[in-house]
């Protein structure tokens, strides 16, 4: 099993080192598309998954979840996070194993979701409903008006939904997409968290403008033999990365289960072809961006 690059105290150890350093931004991959974000003293997590709650409902069925990377932290352990965003409503990005200890370690703890989703989030998590956060986004190209907010501002992280199609742009009866990414400015800089997607059109075109500095985007693809819905490849990351302008593309959603996995080898290498700025993390590894 893979080994993450810091963990448990170690891993604890650093996210409290790197506290003090209240002007720069710290991210650390939590594995899957789990990220925590640090600015400013203040912590943002992205889609955690860090339980084994997959592995357990799956042991007996012919679809099994074997975990290829050990956990990073135990969610309990983590204090000071003022708010979660879950992309969509698959246990590796909603995780109630994961979302419970945070709420009862992290008092006034919110949530950021997709508003057709709201009733999930609300029993998995167990937070009242004054701290759950229900965002819309509209899809390139398509008329329609929103029922409710596609951004909000919380603890100084301004986070903005833009569409996600895992696999295609699904929506619920209300005309409410099912799956989004975010958008997330912090101080100077803006963060890309795709959540689970393939390419969709106008996907490039609604994040050029926005300056992404850092974007987080599924690697591991898709294949019908798995029986899930997919993502991006590695190639199709890459491509995105630099149509959108991101100055930065991190790969994720990789080595955690055994049966839909990727690895990094074709993103790296259409990063180096197209001359797109990478960076290869581990699980519980941080990473600081250049000074902005």
Same mark, same amino acid.
């Given at each position: 099993? $893979? %080994?993450? =690059?810091?963990?448990?105290?170690?891993? !604890?150890? /650093?996210?409290?080192?790197?506290?003090? *350093?209240?002007?720069?931004?710290?991210?650390?991959?939590?594995?899957?598309?789990?990220?925590?974000?640090?600015?400013?003293?203040?912590?943002?997590?992205?889609?955690?998954?860090?339980?084994?709650?997959?592995?357990?409902?799956?042991?007996?069925?012919?679809?099994?979840?074997?975990?290829?990377?050990?956990?990073?932290?135990?969610?309990?352990?983590?204090?000071?996070?003022?708010?979660?965003?879950?992309?969509?409503?698959?246990?590796?990005?909603l995780d109630p194993e994961t979302l419970r200890p945070l709420a009862a370690s992290n008092p006034g703890m919110r949530m950021v979701f997709?508003?057709? $989703? %709201?009733? =999930?989030?609300?029993?998995?998590?167990? !937070?009242? /409903?004054?701290?759950?956060?229900?965002? *819309?986004?509209?899809?390139?190209?398509?008329?329609?008006?929103?029922?409710?907010?596609?951004?909000?501002?919380?603890?100084?992280?301004?986070?903005?939904?833009?569409?996600?199609?895992?696999?295609?742009?699904?929506?619920?009866?209300?005309?409410?997409?099912?799956?989004?990414?975010?958008?997330?400015?912090?101080?100077?800089?803006?963060?890309?968290?795709?959540?689970?997607?393939?390419?969709?059109?106008?996907?490039?075109?609604?994040?050029?403008?926005?300056?992404?500095?850092?974007?987080?985007?599924?690697?591991?693809?898709?294949?019908?033999?798995?029986?899930?819905?997919?993502?991006?490849?590695?190639?199709?990351?890459?491509?995105?990365?630099?149509?959108?302008?991101?100055?930065?593309?991190?790969?994720?959603?990789?080595?955690?289960?055994?049966?839909?996995?990727?690895?990094?080898?074709?993103?790296?290498?259409?990063?180096?072809?197209?001359?797109?700025?990478?960076?290869?993390?581990?699980?519980?590894?941080?990473?600081?961006?250049?000074?902005?």
């Amino acid at each position: 099993m $893979i %080994r993450p =690059a810091l963990q448990d105290e170690r891993f !604890l150890a /650093d996210v409290e080192k790197a506290s003090v *350093e209240t002007g720069r931004l710290h991210l650390w991959w939590l594995g899957q598309s789990g990220y925590l974000i640090a600015w400013g003293g203040r912590r943002l997590l992205l889609d955690p998954y860090l339980s084994d709650s997959l592995t357990a409902k799956y042991a007996a069925t012919d679809k099994p979840h074997v975990r290829l990377t050990e956990r990073v932290v135990d969610p309990a352990r983590l204090t000071g996070i003022s708010v979660v965003t879950a992309s969509h409503v698959h246990t590796d990005h909603l995780d109630p194993e994961t979302l419970r200890p945070l709420a009862a370690s992290n008092p006034g703890m919110r949530m950021v979701f997709p508003e057709a $989703i %709201r009733s =999930a989030v609300a029993q998995r998590s167990g !937070l009242p /409903d004054d701290r759950l956060y229900g965002l *819309e986004a509209a899809v390139p190209g398509r008329a329609g008006i929103l029922t409710g907010p596609d951004h909000v501002e919380l603890d100084g992280f301004r986070i903005r939904a833009v569409p996600a199609a895992h696999e295609t742009l699904e929506m619920d009866s209300a005309g409410r997409l099912i799956c989004l990414g975010y958008v997330i400015r912090i101080g100077p800089w803006t963060l890309y968290h795709s959540g689970d997607t393939v390419l969709f059109p106008g996907q490039a075109e609604l994040l050029r403008p926005l300056g992404i500095d850092v974007a987080f985007l599924p690697v591991n693809g898709r294949s019908p033999e798995r029986r899930v819905s997919g993502n991006l490849w590695g190639l199709e990351a890459a491509r995105l990365a630099r149509e959108m302008g991101a100055a930065v593309a991190i790969p994720c959603h990789y080595d955690l289960f055994g049966f839909n996995t990727a690895t990094t080898e074709e993103f790296v290498m259409t990063c180096q072809q197209r001359g797109q700025g990478y960076s290869i993390l581990r699980a519980g590894e941080r990473w600081n961006p250049p000074a902005s």
